[in-house]
């Protein structure tokens, strides 16, 4: 076995399943095969877990589908089928599921299927910092192995997770009701055994049945169906409440990310009348330049995209575009973006913009669309949808592109996430998206980037900047540089 | 006998190698070219933990166990703590 980081502080965890009807299983019958997975750890430690039914547990269960943002995507049906963090705070121990796998909630895992409680057995392993284990056998092995209804953990893993957290007290642990951690005994009822029918002898009115071998008798009468069974984590645990129908508390909301607000965009049809800038149009009206009321102040701001377009460089801040040259500031500037180029709405803001390299066209993102301008003009047929360049579905906006000066491969990058785009085929490479860790020093949900002329590339978020050192693959320097005072010429401080 | 013999690793064996920790990722976007050596001991170490025989190619059994269903974390710790070459001190 292989211990990995720290362990918890606290022996008494809460474990919180976040999604409703995960791949179309029964909540009721998902939570009761968590809870014998997490019992498998309990048994053999001085942990306890309780279910809540808040996003404040410490180890909280969700499925996804494909990339979902902590930079482990899902593959679909097949190899990948789930994968935990190790203890610690914001996402540690929580414990993500393939939405997409053929998971079923009966223990043995057949070929059709992947067994729930041996996945999340293994998962919650992670969850309480063990690493994976080169033991065949173990529950730690990380390639997929069917457990058995009553599983015991291997040697392997019992050591591991009582070097982490101790043994349990006693043998009798759970079952003596002096013990703090005692648990009320569980009604299980026994399945229905198959009796096959006895030879019945018609020559005579009674009928004889042959007696069962005692293995197979009945303990109790089944009163509800196997997959209602109570569970001592369950809300209906105690006889006299099992009339009452199951309570599954509401989802609460999911927890909002705390990132800049996105806006969503919808764009117009290609033709529709741009709005004029001036709205009166009576003979009396004069042409009055725009007034600049919402323009950013230059030296106190983060920046929506920066690139270099034809040796200029393009710094786009809500409405408005600063273009720089080699004389500094462009008279004019800033202005704003329709005044530049020519969209088929107002533009209040674009999430990122660059020079395609092939045929010089720009390349704007605003939300879940992209525009191509040919110089100022757009293109014909454009906007477009994200996913025509492969992008998935569900990606809300582009946060940055570049051409990389490295390689002159062009670059996405989202959230933790980034693709590289292949320009000639016009789709996102195979093996994408990666984490944005490969970009060591930059960390997740940067602003722009983009490519100096001498080819070096910088990487802005929020005020600040960083050089990169393309060739180690890591930030020029660790601590970030002020924006406002190296591209903007304002004053330090 | 050859002096040399190359080991052949296909993009997606060497994916399958990075992602699972048993490779160091920092090639990935700068192509860095990986010795023979290198490729080698990662296949071993995959074989290795897989609990097949260490042959040092990518096999058939190799192959097999490449496909099996599997957890998604590393079964490595991130090598770019481990590689020397990652860690040498650069003059200013």
């Given at each position: 076995y292989t211990l990995h980081g720290s362990p918890w502080?606290?022996l008494?965890l ?23 997975a997490l019992d498998v750890w309990a048994k053999n430690s001085k942990l306890t877990f ?34 935990a963090?190790f203890p ?30 041996a996945?999340?057995a293994h998962e919650f392993g992670h969850s309480l910092g063990l690493a994976h284990s080169s033991v065949r056998g173990a529950l730690m092995y990380p390639w997929?192995q069917?457990i058995t209804?009553d599983y015991e953990l291997p040697e392997d893993d019992k050591h591991g997770i009582q070097q982490m957290y101790g043994a349990p007290e006693s043998r009798?642990w759970g ?319 | ?47 290795k933990f897989?609990g ?19 957890c998604?974390l590393?079964d490595k710790p ?15």
């Amino acid at each position: 076995y292989t211990l990995h980081g720290s362990p918890w502080k606290h022996l008494n965890l809460t474990w919180s399943l976040r999604t409703e009807r995960p791949s179309g299983l029964e909540t009721g019958g998902v939570r009761r095969e968590l809870a014998r997975a997490l019992d498998v750890w309990a048994k053999n430690s001085k942990l306890t877990f309780h279910e809540i039914n808040s996003d404040a547990a410490d180890i909280l269960i969700s499925f996804h589908r494909g990339y979902h943002g902590d930079g482990y995507p899902f593959d679909g049906r097949g190899q990948i089928l789930a994968h935990a963090f190790f203890p610690g705070s914001d996402r540690g121990g929580d414990a993500h599921f393939d939405e997409e796998e053929e998971w079923t909630l009966d223990s043995s895992g057949n070929d059709d299927g992947t067994s729930l409680f041996a996945v999340a057995a293994h998962e919650f392993g992670h969850s309480l910092g063990l690493a994976h284990s080169s033991v065949r056998g173990a529950l730690m092995y990380p390639w997929y192995q069917g457990i058995t209804e009553d599983y015991e953990l291997p040697e392997d893993d019992k050591h591991g997770i009582q070097q982490m957290y101790g043994a349990p007290e006693s043998r009798l642990w759970g079952k003596n009701p002096d013990y703090p951690g005692y648990r009320p005994p569980v009604h299980r009822p026994s399945y229905p055994t198959y009796t096959p029918r006895t030879t019945t002898t018609t020559t005579t009115a009674s009928t004889t049945t042959t007696e069962r071998p005692w293995r197979t008798r009945p303990r109790e009468p089944m009163t509800h169906p196997p997959d209602r069974r109570d569970h001592p984590y369950r809300p209906n645990h105690y006889p006299e409440e099992r009339t009452r129908p199951p309570y599954y508390p509401p989802r609460p909301e999911w927890p909002v990310t705390p990132r800049r607000p996105h806006r969503h965009h919808t764009p117009p049809t290609v033709g529709t009348t741009s709005t004029p800038y001036t709205t009166s149009t009576t003979p009396s009206s004069r042409y009055r330049p725009p007034v600049k009321k919402d323009l950013p102040d230059n030296c106190d701001t983060d920046y929506d995209a920066i690139s270099l377009i034809r040796r200029e460089l393009f710094i786009f801040k809500g409405k408005y575009v600063w273009r720089l040259n080699d004389r500094g500031l462009v008279d004019g500037f800033p202005a704003e973006i329709n005044q530049l180029f020519k969209f088929p709405m107002r533009v209040d803001h674009v999430d990122a913009v660059y020079e395609r390299i092939e045929d010089n066209r720009i390349i704007f993102f605003i939300g879940r669309y992209f525009y191509v301008f040919k110089a100022f003009y757009l293109e014909p047929g454009y906007p477009k949808p994200l996913t025509a360049l492969g992008l998935p579905p569900d990606l809300e906006k582009i946060d940055a592109a570049m051409v990389w000066g490295y390689n002159k491969k062009t670059y996405f990058f989202s959230g933790s996430m980034y693709w590289r785009f292949d320009e000639n085929v016009n789709h996102v490479e195979l093996d994408y998206p990666r984490d944005i860790s490969m970009f060591a020093g930059v960390g997740p949900n940067i602003d722009t980037v983009f490519q100096w002329k001498n080819g070096t590339t910088y990487f802005f978020k929020g005020k600040h900047f960083w050089q990169f050192d393309d060739m180690r693959m890591r930030v020029a320097h660790k601590k970030p540089k002020s924006s406002a005072h190296y591209w903007m010429g304002c004053p330090r401080g | 006998k050859p002096a040399f013999s190359a080991v052949y690793v296909d993009d997606r064996a060497q994916n399958y190698l990075m992602k699972f920790g048993y490779l160091p990722q920092s090639g990935l976007e700068t192509g860095n070219l990986r010795t023979d050596d290198q490729l080698r001991d990662a296949i071993r170490s995959l074989q290795k933990f897989g609990g097949i025989p260490e042959t040092g190619q990518v096999d058939e059994r190799t192959q097999q166990l490449m496909v099996r269903r599997r957890c998604g974390l590393p079964d490595k710790p991130d090598l770019r703590l481990q590689d020397p070459s990652l860690l040498r001190r650069f003059k200013r």
